[in-house]
């Protein structure tokens, strides 16, 4: 493991044990889901990490605020897509994935929601692209509460039962695990831009731009 690796590791195992780290991982679990491009989940595990018998309440925490920061992410698709939307998009480099996004929603519908908030593709894609088509606001909210929750208490449910192992593990093998996890998101990524499949001539998603989207 890196000097640097662990340096960061011991740095955050020190914030995550903070009298204030709930309100840091509500924060980034909010702004996650919106705008925010690095995943709240790595913070999520070192204060399982730091208190194991707090786990489920901290996935409980992250749940509520990630859903509440999906709603954010669903107001500047809806109401400020152009002004805010595509500018934002853009800045965190997840534009050129707005028409598979966009195809995704016509294939899959509420089902999109429910991969995007419970894998390590980017929530807040499909939050801010929920927005934007419209989405029933109430399966929106449902959806994004499945996901979060099937994600952020299967880690708090698996830290408060099996705690210290697991700290064990990462803290020995934390170099793979954050490669792993790294890995994780790119997937998404490619699975997202993925889904809907098919050639450019059979697939009409193929040919989707973004100014199209508009």
């Known amino acids: 493991m890196s000097r640097l690796l ?19 991982l509500a924060f980034f679990c909010f702004i996650e889901a919106s705008f925010f491009p690095i995943p709240p989940h790595p913070l999520l595990g070192l204060m ?26 669903y107001l500047i698709g809806y109401a400020l897509f152009d002004l805010v939307g595509v500018p934002l998009l853009t800045a965190i480099g997840l534009i050129d994935s707005l028409p ?6 016509d294939e899959y519908g509420v089902l999109a929601v429910i991969i995007a908030a419970a894998t390590p593709v980017p929530f807040k894609l499909l939050t801010i692209t929920a927005g934007f088509l419209g989405m029933a606001l109430v399966p929106f909210i449902l959806a994004s509460v499945a996901g979060r929750a099937l994600i952020f208490l299967t880690v708090g449910i698996l830290f408060r039962v099996f705690g210290r192992p697991i700290k064990s593990f990462i803290e020995k093998y934390l170099g793979l695990v954050t490669i792993a996890f790294v890995a994780l998101v790119v997937g998404g990524v490619l699975i997202l831009t993925q889904l809907g499949g098919g050639g450019e001539e059979d697939d009409p998603c193929a040919s989707t731009t973004v100014e199209s989207l508009s």
Request: net charge positive; aromatic share 14%; glycine share 10%.
């Open 6 to 24: 662990r340096g960061l590791y011991e740095w955050v195992m020190e914030k995550a044990a903070h009298p204030h780290a709930e309100w840091w």
């Open 48 to 73: 399982c990490l730091a208190e194991p018998k707090k786990a489920v309440r901290f996935g409980l925490i992250a749940t509520a605020a990630s859903v509440l920061g999906g709603l954010f992410g």
């Open 100 to 105: 598979a996004a966009r195809c995704t929603f």
